[in-house]
Nanobody, 114 residues
Framework: VQLQACGGGWVQVGESLRLSCEAS????????MGWYRQAPGLPREWVAT???????NVADSVKDRFDISRDNAKNMVYLQMNSLRPEDTAVYYC?????????WGQGTLVTVSS
């Protein structure tokens, strides 16, 4: 599978962005789809997951501000990010979660300026 993420950009504190991830095959082929992010000098961290079975989870650090969703018919996964903060600045990666490994997209940069 190939994953194409887009929607990143430069925003000011408190603004919103929606990231999109398009998969080259059905996202139903994977137990889960998700988003991770990596800030400069820090390890990659998990942000959110949406499961094929229907459940979704969001990291505590972004809970109440971020929401993950999916459109199975379009092979798309989205990350709605609201009330953005400077600490949300990172490269955001879409991932397809297989049972023993993940497939990664190329990442999209989100910069939140104060």
């Amino acid at each position: 599978v190939q994953l194409q993420a887009c929607g990143g950009g430069w925003v000011q504190v408190g603004e919103s962005l929606r990231l999109s991830c398009e998969a080259s095959e059905s996202i139903l082929n994977f137990p889960g789809m998700g988003w991770y992010r990596q800030a400069p000098g820090l390890p990659r961290e998990w942000v959110a997951t949406t499961l094929r079975a229907g459940a979704s989870n969001v990291a505590d650090s972004v809970k109440d501000r971020f929401d993950i969703s999916r459109d199975n018919a379009k092979n798309m996964v989205y990350l709605q990010m609201n009330s953005l903060r400077p600490e949300d600045t990172a490269v955001y990666y879409c991932t397809a979660m297989k049972r023993t490994s993940n497939v990664w997209g190329q990442g999209t940069l989100v910069t939140v300026s104060s």
